[in-house]
């Protein structure tokens, strides 16, 4: 009988149940497949809260539409997948901007307009060499402390700009003043009008005023000239008979020869190391030193200058006593090749060392 009736359940079709007969008490857990459920059917009133997951959803199909206002927060982006496109224009503000973010890559060229620019912000670092120029500088802007030392320049200063005030006490010297630029008007004290009625007087001839132009010929007489005024330069060649005197502080030594115990052979001596070219002739001197001798005598010395002889002659000091004996001085002409011929001459068992001396000589 049993077997019966379950046979016959099996038997029930769509057609043998009532309408709304089938509720949910009717319906086994986890009868109801896929198959079971005609499409569009399941509308958002059938779907329980929390129970759509991600495995839910088809890819592509959450469109904008789908979501909600707000409803997508930092943590449901991908980094990076905001990109240009996605933010609107002007959407990025002020505080959507991290601190540092803006570098010199991010500014466009021309985007920092003299709005953007803090007061007091630029600096001499920021400043590119040569940007000051004359049009940036307001009126009055450059005071005495903006200036650098010896920076103002002829060309810096306008025509007329320096008055009286601006200059030095003592400032305006002769030779910053053009020929001609003294009128009569400038002076403090009077000046004769032109011609001039002789005789001019000194006060009115200014000091270095009268150069050899003004000069008349022979109007500079003897009693004209300073003593003293007349040096050996300023004669010509021949006035005076030419000749010079010079002295020398010290006597200037020619030769120093030791050893002398007989006449010599004549013998030259150079001066050109002492007296200048030209020199007409020199003062000679001589002194034998450590002279000794055993059976008296002395000691002559010749000079033969341009076909004269010059003797100078020194007298044995006492017997075996060295010393130095000083012979006179005698002026003679000397060569042009600045030499002396000179020949000793010795008497008696003497022996001397010769010394010759220049002590002056005339041009």
Known sequence: ???????????????????????????????????????????????????????????????????????????????????????????????????????????????????????????????????????????????????????????????GAVGSSELATNSVITTKIAAGAVTPEKLSFAVPSRPLTPPVTTAEIAAGAVGASQLAVDSVITEKILNGAVTAEKLAPGIGGGDTLTMFPTPQTALDLGGIVATTQPATVDLSTIIPVNTKGVIVSIACINQSYTDGGMMAYIFRQLGAEYALQVMAPPVNAPGISNGASVLMPVADDRTLLWQAYVSGNNSTELVIYILGYVV
């Open 1 to 159: 009988m049993a077997r019966t009736l379950y046979d016959r359940l099996n038997e029930i079709k769509t057609k043998h149940l009532n309408p709304q007969s089938v509720t949910g008490d009717k319906i086994a857990n986890d009868a109801i497949e896929e198959k079971h459920i005609k499409d569009g059917v399941i509308t958002r009133r059938k779907i329980a809260d929390n129970i759509v997951g991600t495995d839910e959803i088809i890819d592509g199909a959450v469109t904008r539409p789908k979501i909600a206002k707000n409803a997508v927060s930092s943590d449901a982006i991908i980094g990076g997948a905001v990109t240009t496109e996605k933010i609107t224009d002007g959407a990025v503000n002020a505080s959507k901007i991290a601190s540092s973010a803006i570098t010199t890559e991010k500014i466009a060229n021309g985007a920092i307009t003299r709005d953007k620019v803090a007061d007091r912000s630029v600096g001499t670092d920021d400043l590119v060499d040569g940007a000051v120029t004359g049009a940036k500088i307001a009126s009055n802007a450059i005071t005495q402390g903006k200036l650098a030392s010896n920076s103002v320049g002829a060309s810096e200063i306008i025509a």
